[in-house]
């Protein structure tokens, strides 16, 4: 009997320290069709860059409204959407300059790495 226990305990144990693969952003496109041209730039909280990857071939730009107004996919190649990717880089370099802690580098381009890239 205790043996039967004991057994049941380390399967339990064990399937709750198994974990799966993160599905949550990468398993296929956040972005169902091309996206809006244009949003108001006021309302805009964190931009994300998406690059291609094996699961979805096209970038995917997508933009945090303030308020929890929700998310946006943007086309990226409309030229508003190319000017907020180009502020965002903007800003963030300004803020790495004047940062008196360590900060993560902005490694990533839309032609690099295939993890998401925000901006706030």
């Known amino acids: 009997m205790?043996?039967?226990a004991a057994f049941a305990l380390l399967a339990c144990l064990?399937?709750?320290?198994?974990k799966g693969q993160d599905r949550s952003s990468r398993g296929r496109c956040l972005c169902v069709d091309k996206g809006a041209n244009m949003v108001l730039v006021k309302n805009i909280a964190k931009v994300e860059i998406?690059?291609?990857s094996p699961s979805c071939r096209r970038h995917e730009i997508i933009v945090t409204l303030k308020n929890g107004a929700g998310?946006?996919?943007m086309n990226p190649e409309s030229k508003f959407t190319q000017n907020v990717i180009i502020?965002?880089?903007e800003r963030?370099?300004?803020q790495k300059a004047h940062s008196t802690?360590?900060?993560v580098?902005?490694?990533?381009?839309?032609t690099s790495s295939s993890a998401p890239t925000s901006f706030k």
Do not use: D, F, H, N
Not at 14 to 18: E, N
Not at 105 to 110: D, E, G, H, Q, Y
């Open 2 to 4: 205790k043996t039967i």
């Open 14 to 18: 064990i399937a709750v320290g198994v």
């Open 50 to 52: 998406i690059p291609p």
């Open 71 to 73: 998310r946006k996919c």
């Open 87 to 89: 502020k965002a880089l």
């Open 92 to 94: 963030r370099s300004q």
């Open 101 to 103: 802690t360590a900060s």
């Open 105 to 110: 580098p902005l490694k990533r381009t839309m």
